[in-house]
């Protein structure tokens, strides 16, 4: 379904800031996963979303979804069929839209327009049903400016939109982090319920250890650049928080002995 081969990517090239993140990377995800991607700040989570969904260039390797090679495919093009949400809902949403007017939008992405206006009232009776199935009570806020919703609010209309179209890749980038923990496990569900009754291929990039565990079919760690863990089934099912806890000390302490042989040359 998806498939990254050799993937390559440095970031200040030259500098003495220069970092090789990624060196000759690979990772296939099947059709119909939904993977969990874990890892400590700066491990590479939210810059192998941005390769994949075409906002950051790889410097080399190839990108296929579907056996079609998207590696120099622009992100707008790709956007017809990934779907993305980001921490921040205003990523994802047009604050100074309507909830109709953003809906709209993302109703008719990839579609021509010609002559034909972007809202359409055939069309209003399908956002007003899609809405009510959040349960938040949107149905009749149709005329609302997004920017004006409460953030949980906002963030379920992001992920709405990012699936409206049924997408053939959706990435979560931290989606619920800046939530408060009720309104984060309300956001939690409804990505479940909509990944679940659409079967939509999912990477969800997360902190929270235990979301990581709890949800999808399949987890990833990643750590400076490389997979450390890859696990699904019932191998997964058989993952514990002190398991998880394990695999980051290694990594921790791996990077204390790198970095101590590294002074120590210099010395």
Known sequence: MLRLQNISK???????NENNLFNNFSLTIREGDFVTIIGSNGA????????????????NGNIFIKDRDVSLMEEYKRNKFIGRVFQNPALGTSPK????????????????FNLTPGIQKKDIPYF???LSELSLGLEDRLDTKVGLL????????????ATMTDPQ??????????????????????????????GITTLMVTHN?????????RLIMLHRGEILLDC?????????????????????KDDLVSDQMLFSNIG
């Open 232 to 252: 699904d089934g019932e191998e997964k099912a058989q993952l514990t928080m002190k398991k998880l806890l394990s695999y980051f000390e290694k990594a921790n």
């Open 97 to 112: 839209m309507t909830l109709l007017e953003n809906l709209a939008m993302a109703y008719n992405k990839g579609k021509k």
């Open 150 to 161: 409460s953030g949980g609010q906002r963030q379920a209309v992001a992920i709405l939109m």
């Open 128 to 130: 007003k049903e899609v």
């Open 169 to 198: 890749i959706l990435l979560l980038d931290e989606h619920t982090a800046a939530l408060d923990p009720k309104t984060s496990d309300v956001i939690l569900t409804l990505t479940e319920k909509i990944i679940r009754e659409k």
């Open 209 to 217: 250890l235990k979301q990581a565990i709890e949800m999808g079919n």
């Open 44 to 59: 590479g989570k939210s810059s192998l979303l941005n390769i994949i969904s075409g906002a950051m260039p790889q410097d």
């Open 10 to 16: 440095t970031f200040n090239i030259g500098t003495i």
